[in-house]
């Protein structure tokens, strides 16, 4: 028996525990984890707001706990937050695995507790900083203050989920440092990174062959500093082209306060496009912008480099991991709309891009493949069955 073969039995198989929302690159992220330990042990998936369509129903045991998880108003999303607890506790209890992998759900106590006291072995995987997503999305609907206090609630409910499992994993060593995890540090693993499809997302137009284009691809949303992004392409030399690729509420005024400048063919607004579509998009670009106020190891930023594109991002979680300051791209230190401008004028002008891009294509390659990720777990694992 292999010693992969040895840690499968003793893993006993795991069950991942997640909500990952309608956002597709969050479902995406879940069937890439449950796709990397599959190839360890079993996998089966409790989660919600997955639609019949979704591609994890062919590939995995799929379980969905709830089918509407946010409602109307924050008392709505309360009481479904408790009841979708209370179901997963059900649930866990008539589960055979012996791994419970809580993913994005960081603040479901509950049913961590509950898997502790089934005698599951309990490890949480937070996608970002919930908290703080959360307290963004909220002050959009109700006073400052009283987002602030909700996510306060969210964030002791995260301490405590994270005193009672017995692993805590993180993209990357500074995402840990950001989250505030080194207190875990003997049941932290930092090195828990997805992957990408390098084959997918590759350089297909050659980067000296781009024009000076820049671009954004994401959610159209106010975490992503699209007000930022608007302010910032009024003050970019004519030369300049800014595409966005993606949708959200902050579309309409894109295209109201960009009017001239789309009109004028300065800026394209593409929307929203499969993902199969994007590494075409992403090779159209010199330069990716990410000016996020918070993320945890943006896809994005990586698929983009795996396309020999540079990403320029705010050093938020783990983006300094993998964004390294003109290496593999660039760090948006200030987030003022005349400096940022200043700056992408100043990158493209760069004649050492089209090494940047090389660096760039060659890290995700080694770092961020499918095997690399696989024999990261397979150590995370084997450590864990060992304590």
């Given at each position: 028996?292999?010693?992969?073969?040895?840690?499968?039995?003793?893993?006993?198989?795991?069950?991942?525990?997640?909500?990952?929302?309608?956002?597709?690159?969050?479902?995406?992220?879940?069937?890439?984890?449950?796709?990397?330990?599959?190839?360890?042990?079993?996998?089966?998936?409790?989660?919600?707001?997955?639609?019949?369509?979704?591609?994890?129903?062919?590939?995995?045991?799929?379980?969905?706990?709830?089918?509407?998880?946010?409602?109307?108003?924050?008392?709505?999303?309360?009481?479904?937050?408790?009841?979708?607890?209370?179901?997963?506790?059900?649930?866990?209890?008539?589960?055979?695995?012996?791994?419970?992998?809580?993913?994005?759900?960081?603040?479901?106590?509950?049913?961590?507790?509950?898997?502790?006291?089934?005698?599951?072995?309990?490890?949480?995987?937070?996608?970002?900083?919930?908290?703080?997503?959360?307290?963004?999305?909220?002050?959009?609907?109700?006073?400052?203050?009283?987002?602030?206090?909700?996510?306060?609630?969210?964030?002791?409910?995260?301490?405590?989920?994270?005193?009672?499992?017995?692993?805590?994993?993180?993209?990357?060593?500074?995402?840990?440092?950001?989250?505030?995890?080194?207190?875990?540090?003997?049941?932290?693993?930092?090195?828990?990174?997805?992957?990408?499809?390098?084959?997918?997302?590759?350089?297909?137009?050659?980067?000296?062959?781009?024009?000076?284009?820049?671009?954004?691809?994401?959610?159209?949303?106010?975490?992503?500093?699209?007000?930022?992004?608007?302010?910032?392409?009024?003050?970019?030399?004519?030369?300049?082209?800014?595409?966005?690729?993606?949708?959200g509420t902050y579309r309409e005024t894109l295209e109201r306060e960009l009017a001239d400048e789309i009109e004028a063919g300065k800026v394209e607004v593409i929307g929203w496009v499969d993902h199969d579509e994007v590494p075409e998009q992403l090779n159209q670009l010199r330069l990716l912008l990410l000016p996020s106020k918070t993320e945890g190891l943006p896809t994005t930023v990586l698929e983009a480099m795996a396309c020999g594109t540079p990403a320029y991002a705010t050093p938020v979680s783990g983006v300094p991991d993998i964004v390294q300051e003109g290496e593999t791209g660039f760090l948006m230190d200030t987030v003022e709309a005349e400096v940022?401008?200043?700056?992408?004028?100043?990158?493209?002008?760069?004649?050492?891009?089209?090494?940047?891009?090389?660096?760039?294509?060659?890290?995700?390659?080694?770092?961020?493949?499918?095997?690399?990720?696989?024999?990261?777990?397979?150590?995370?694992?084997?450590?864990?069955?060992?304590?």
């Amino acid at each position: 028996m292999s010693q992969r073969q040895q840690i499968a039995e003793e893993i006993g198989g795991v069950c991942i525990v997640t909500q990952p929302g309608s956002g597709q690159s969050e479902k995406n992220h879940t069937r890439d984890l449950a796709s990397i330990i599959a190839e360890l042990t079993t996998v089966a998936i409790l989660t919600a707001d997955l639609p019949e369509s979704s591609d994890l129903l062919d590939r995995f045991e799929v379980v969905v706990f709830n089918t509407t998880s946010i409602g109307d108003n924050t008392f709505v999303e309360a009481l479904r937050f408790l009841r979708n607890q209370l179901r997963l506790c059900r649930l866990l209890r008539a589960r055979e695995e012996s791994v419970v992998l809580f993913f994005g759900t960081t603040s479901y106590t509950l049913p961590i507790l509950a898997a502790r006291l089934l005698g599951k072995r309990v490890v949480v995987l937070p996608r970002g900083n919930l908290p703080l997503s959360l307290q963004l999305h909220w002050e959009e609907t109700m006073p400052d203050k009283l987002a602030q206090i909700l996510a306060g609630i969210i964030s002791q409910l995260e301490g405590v989920s994270y005193q009672l499992a017995h692993g805590v994993i993180t993209y990357t060593s500074k995402m840990a440092e950001m989250l505030g995890l080194e207190q875990y540090e003997e049941k932290l693993y930092p090195t828990g990174a997805r992957f990408i499809d390098t084959d997918r997302f590759s350089v297909d137009v050659p980067y000296t062959d781009r024009g000076r284009t820049v671009g954004f691809l994401g959610r159209l949303e106010g975490e992503k500093r699209i007000p930022l992004l608007i302010d910032t392409v009024s003050q970019l030399p004519d030369d300049i082209t800014v595409i966005f690729v993606g949708d959200g509420t902050y579309r309409e005024t894109l295209e109201r306060e960009l009017a001239d400048e789309i009109e004028a063919g300065k800026v394209e607004v593409i929307g929203w496009v499969d993902h199969d579509e994007v590494p075409e998009q992403l090779n159209q670009l010199r330069l990716l912008l990410l000016p996020s106020k918070t993320e945890g190891l943006p896809t994005t930023v990586l698929e983009a480099m795996a396309c020999g594109t540079p990403a320029y991002a705010t050093p938020v979680s783990g983006v300094p991991d993998i964004v390294q300051e003109g290496e593999t791209g660039f760090l948006m230190d200030t987030v003022e709309a005349e400096v940022v401008a200043e700056r992408i004028t100043e990158i493209l002008d760069r004649e050492d891009l089209p090494r940047i891009s090389e660096t760039s294509r060659a890290f995700v390659e080694d770092e961020y493949s499918f095997e690399a990720a696989v024999e990261r777990y397979d150590h995370i694992f084997a450590d864990l069955c060992s304590t």
